[in-house]
């Protein structure tokens, strides 16, 4: 088992940033891959970012690209989530999500453990 705690989220304006932090506890090992996703209102949970496990991998949606940036410290077990030049379109519940695989993935089916998430509300 591991568990996972999101924090970080929280009320920003548009144009601002935040950063995002993943916590994981239990069954703990650096050989996992990690990602975020996020759900909007009414809408399915999508793909944000993901790192594999040794961190020399990344990939991210092409609506965050260039804006956000996944990082890991193996040493914590914590993964980040950093988020700037913020937009109201950003707004949603960020989840993090650890695949015991240890390679990236932008499939949500491919993550074996969830945290239960952070709101991040972006005001225009």
């Known amino acids: 088992q591991v568990q996972l705690v999101e924090s970080g989220g929280g009320l920003v304006q548009a144009g601002g940033s935040l950063r995002l932090s993943c916590a994981a506890s239990g069954r703990t090992a650096s050989t996992y891959a990690m990602g975020w996703f996020r759900q909007a209102p009414g809408k399915e949970r999508e793909f944000v970012a993901t790192?594999?496990?040794?961190?020399?991998?990344?990939y991210y949606a092409d609506s965050v690209k260039g804006r956000f940036a996944i990082s890991r410290d193996s040493g914590k077990n914590t993964a980040y989530l950093q988020m700037n030049s913020l937009r109201p379109e950003d707004t949603a519940v960020y989840y993090c999500a650890v695949n015991l695989g240890g390679y990236w993935s932008t499939d949500l089916r491919e993550y074996d453990y969830w945290g239960q998430g952070t709101q991040v509300t972006v005001s225009s």
């Open positions: 790192i594999n496990w040794s961190g020399s991998s990344t």
